[in-house]
């Protein structure tokens, strides 16, 4: 068991003759499943051509047709990705994940638009993974994205974070200690993103195979809090929290889009202290993610 993919997902690379999507659709096919996982690409313009055996497709919609495929992962650049996700969405996939980075807002606002007006009739809900995210891994089945996959372990533990890094140093420290993953998502550090850390935490709290949980958040935004109020509720797995930027003054971006503080909630400490009232057993420093963990189950 896993969240959102497994060993028999069926994947669509978008943007996959660009050497971004190229490079890294190799690295996927070459991990665990992924020989049979990703079946099919997509570019107008060399539609019936293949790469690495894939078929290409001029479009998502006759890509899913052809293949049975449920899920796309999009390393189009940035001008064209939001019409990617679009696309992906009008083709009635179950999730689009979208590495890219530097989608301007704009084109993210009204992407998140569409999506919520084609919900509101009726049409069906694909979930969107990102932009500006790592992908996904649940480790001896498939991975889909940019994440090294040799520091993956096959697990009890799932992984969710808004910074792609902080995810393989949490992984990296629970492989080491012997601990593995049920599955490893990065959320994208973007201020318009799709999944959100309380959409995670739910389906790690509905996984049977997941017992515990690492959850890592950034400075910027409600989304870190309003996750750890949710598990106080809802949540029977131990979590542990880190929020990164401890040390970054106020108005100050600090990497990702959405790591900005903006207002006196958004800061890291006030973050922690939440995640703390809310029964996580938090840390400050990253080294201590995966031994903290380890204290818990």
């Keep these: 068991m896993s969240i959102y993919v497994n060993k028999d997902t069926k994947v669509i690379t978008q943007g996959i003759t660009g050497k971004t999507g190229q490079f890294h659709t190799g690295k996927c096919q070459e991990y665990a499943n992924g020989k049979n996982c990703f079946v099919a690409g997509v570019n107008p313009k060399k539609a019936g051509e293949k790469i690495f055996d894939i078929p290409i497709y001029g479009t998502v919609k006759e890509a899913a047709a052809q293949t049975g495929a449920t899920v796309s992962v999009i390393y189009v650049p940035p001008a064209g990705a939001a019409a990617a996700i679009w696309e992906a969405v009008e083709a009635d996939l179950d999730l689009a994940i979208c590495i890219t980075e530097g989608?301007?807002?704009?084109?993210?606002?009204?992407?998140?638009?569409?999506?919520?007006?084609?919900?509101?009739?009726?049409?069906?809900?694909?979930?969107?993974?990102?932009?500006?995210?790592?992908?996904?891994?649940?480790?001896d089945e498939i991975k889909i994205g940019i994440m090294p996959g040799h520091i993956h372990m096959k697990g009890r533990v799932g992984v969710v974070s808004r910074s792609g890094t902080l995810t393989y140093e949490a992984v990296g420290q629970l492989t080491e200690l012997g601990i593995g993953q049920s599955s490893a998502v990065g959320i994208g550090g973007d201020p318009i993103n799709g999944l959100k850390h309380i959409d995670v935490m739910q389906a790690f709290n509905d996984d049977p195979d997941t017992d515990a949980v690492i959850m890592i958040g950034?400075?910027?935004?409600?989304?870190?809090?309003?996750?750890?109020?949710?598990?106080?509720t809802h949540m029977k797995k131990p979590v542990v929290g880190f929020i990164a930027g401890v040390t970054a003054p106020a108005g100050k971006r600090m990497g990702h889009a959405g790591a900005l503080i903006s207002g006196g909630a958004d800061t890291a400490e006030a973050k922690l202290a939440v995640m703390e009232e809310c029964g996580f057993k938090i840390t400050r420093n990253p080294s201590e993610m995966g031994r903290l963990l380890k204290s818990l189950i």
């Design 103 to 139: 989608i301007p807002v704009r084109d993210m606002l009204q992407v998140r638009n569409q999506m919520k007006a084609k919900e509101a009739k009726g049409g069906k809900k694909t979930l969107l993974l990102g932009p500006n995210c790592p992908g996904l891994i649940t480790p």
């Design 218 to 232: 950034e400075i910027g935004g409600p989304d870190e809090a309003e996750a750890a109020r949710w598990c106080k």
